[in-house]
C-alpha cells in the first residue's frame, strides 16, 4: 500500500511540476547578445554595463538592468529594477562595482524618488546602499576621486553646466566650475532653450591636472584646470583649433558626441554621434523622429590629436561602421587591454539605411571590437528595444583608479 501510495505522490508532483513549466511564467534574466566573431585576437575579458529594454520608443523604458557580461555574451549576474536606472559604473575591487542608481519617474503624478550610491558584489549578488540621505543628484556623469565624487550639475536659467565636487560624508559641494562664462548665448538652434550645451563627460587628464568636459549640444570640449579652475582652451566648433580632417579645414569635426578620453598626451578618442550634423540638415525631412531615423547620418568613433603650438586639430583616426548603426543619442569607445578599441552604438531601435530604407532584422545597441587597422573584430548585437549608454571594461587591479577609501564608507 505504501509503496502504491509513494507512486501517486511522485505522479502528482512530476504533474504539477510540469503544468509550472509549461503554463506558468519563470522569472528569467535578460536576453543575452548575439556574438559575431570575424577574427580571433578579440579581447577575453568581462564587461560591466547597465541597459534599459524599452518598446523601441527611446523614453518608454519597461525594464532596466546591470549586468557582468563574458567574451561570449553569457551574464554571470545581473541586478534588474524596473523603477531605477544604473548609470556611471566604476569598478572598486576584484568583485565589487560602484553604480549610480538614479529613480525613473513615469509620468508627473508618481512621486520623485531621491537618487542613491550604490556597491554590488557581482559574484555574491548582495547590494548595499551608501551616502543614504545624501543629495547626490548627478548629471551626466559620476567620477569617483581620492576623497570626492565629480559629477555635473545644470544651472537652471538656460541649462548651463557645472561640474562639482561632493563631500561624500555631506554631499556638500567643495568645488565648482560653471560654463556659463563661455557660452552667453544659445549656439545649437536645434536644441531645447534650457539645454544649451548639454554637457555630458567629464574625464581627468593623464597627468591629473586637469578636467575635459565634453559638450554635445556646441560640439567642443575644454580643458579646465582643476588647481585654478582656469579654462585653457576649448576645442571643436567655434573653439580655439583650426580642425582638419584629410588636410581639409573643418567647421567641426564631430556633430553632438559624447565621450572624450585623453589616450596619449593631447590625443583623445571620442563618440562622434553625428546628429544634427549642420553639413546634413537639408536631409532633415518633417514629421519623422529624428534620434531614430537616419537622415544621412554615420555615427563613428575618432581619435583627435591637438598640437597646443600650433593651435591645430587634427582627426587622425576614425572608424565608421554602416549607416544602419547610426546612434543620435548614448554612445562610448575605450580602449580595451589588447589594444582595440570597443565602440558603443546604444541606441535601441537600428534599422535605417542612409537613403532610408528600413533592413530586414533592425536591432537595439551593439558593442563592436575594432582593431587599429580599422577591420571588425567581434560584434555584440543586442535585440531590437535594448540600449545602452556606457560599458566598463573590468580590471585585475583596479584600485589603481578607483581608491579604497570608498569601501569604508558604508
Keep these: 500500500m505504501s509503496a502504491i501510495l509513494l507512486i501517486i505522490i511522485l505522479v502528482i508532483a512530476a504533474s504539477v511540476y510540469a503544468f509550472y513549466v509549461f503554463f506558468m511564467v519563470i522569472p528569467s534574466g535578460p536576453s543575452s547578445p548575439e556574438v559575431f566573431t570575424y577574427a580571433d585576437d578579440y579581447w577575453r575579458g568581462l564587461y560591466a ?18 549586468v557582468v557580461m563574458d567574451y561570449n555574451g553569457n551574464y554571470l549576474n545581473f541586478e534588474n529594477s524596473s523603477t531605477h536606472s544604473f548609470n556611471y559604473i566604476n569598478q572598486l575591487s576584484a568583485n565589487e562595482l560602484y553604480y549610480y542608481y538614479r529613480p525613473q519617474r513615469r509620468n508627473q503624478t508618481e512621486p520623485q524618488l531621491s537618487p542613491e550610491a550604490r556597491i554590488w558584489n557581482y559574484q555574491t549578488g548582495i547590494t548595499r546602499t551608501i551616502l543614504e540621505g545624501i543629495d547626490v543628484r548627478g548629471h551626466h556623469e559620476f567620477l569617483i576621486e581620492d576623497g570626492y565624487f565629480v559629477t555635473m550639475r545644470r ?4 541649462g548651463l553646466d557645472t561640474v562639482v565636487h561632493l563631500d561624500p560624508q555631506t554631499g556638500n559641494e567643495t568645488w565648482l566650475w560653471s560654463s556659463e562664462p563661455y557660452f552667453p548665448e544659445k549656439l545649437c538652434s536645434l536644441c531645447r532653450d534650457d539645454d544649451w550645451t548639454h554637457g555630458n563627460d567629464v574625464t581627468v587628464s593623464l597627468d591629473g591636472k586637469y578636467y575635459y568636459v565634453n559638450f554635445r549640444n556646441t560640439d567642443n570640449f575644454a580643458k579646465v584646470e582643476i588647481e585654478t579652475k582656469e579654462l585653457v582652451w576649448i576645442a571643436g566648433r567655434n573653439g580655439n583649433f583650426t580642425l582638419l580632417e584629410d588636410g581639409i579645414q573643418k567647421e567641426s569635426l564631430w556633430y553632438h558626441s559624447h565621450i572624450i578620453k585623453e589616450v596619449e598626451p593631447n590625443v583623445f578618442i571620442m563618440f562622434d554621434n ?22 544621412g547620418g554615420q555615427s563613428r568613433l575618432i581619435e583627435i590629436t591637438l598640437d597646443e603650438s600650433t593651435m591645430s586639430g587634427e582627426a587622425t583616426w576614425s572608424y565608421a561602421p554602416p549607416a544602419q548603426y547610426f546612434s543620435a543619442i548614448f554612445g562610448d569607445v575605450d580602449i580595451l587591454p589588447n589594444g582595440n578599441i570597443l565602440g558603443i552604438f546604444g541606441t535601441p531601435d537600428h534599422r535605417w539605411t542612409v537613403d532610408h530604407v528600413e533592413i530586414e532584422e533592425p536591432f537595439g545597441a551593439s558593442l563592436l571590437e575594432i582593431n587599429r587597422e580599422g577591420e571588425l573584430i567581434r560584434e555584440y548585437r543586442f535585440p531590437l528595444g535594448v540600449s545602452i549608454y556606457r560599458v566598463l571594461e573590468l580590471s585585475d587591479d583596479p584600485i589603481d583608479y578607483v581608491g579604497s577609501w570608498l569601501l569604508d564608507i558604508s
Design 49 to 66: 554595463f547597465g541597459f534599459a529594454i524599452s518598446n523601441t520608443s527611446i523614453r518608454d523604458v519597461v525594464d532596466q538592468f546591470l
Design 274 to 295: 553625428d546628429f544634427h550634423n549642420s553639413t546634413k540638415l537639408d536631409d532633415y525631412p518633417p514629421g519623422e523622429n529624428p534620434y531614430v531615423t537616419n537622415f
Design 155 to 158: 544651472i537652471e536659467k538656460g
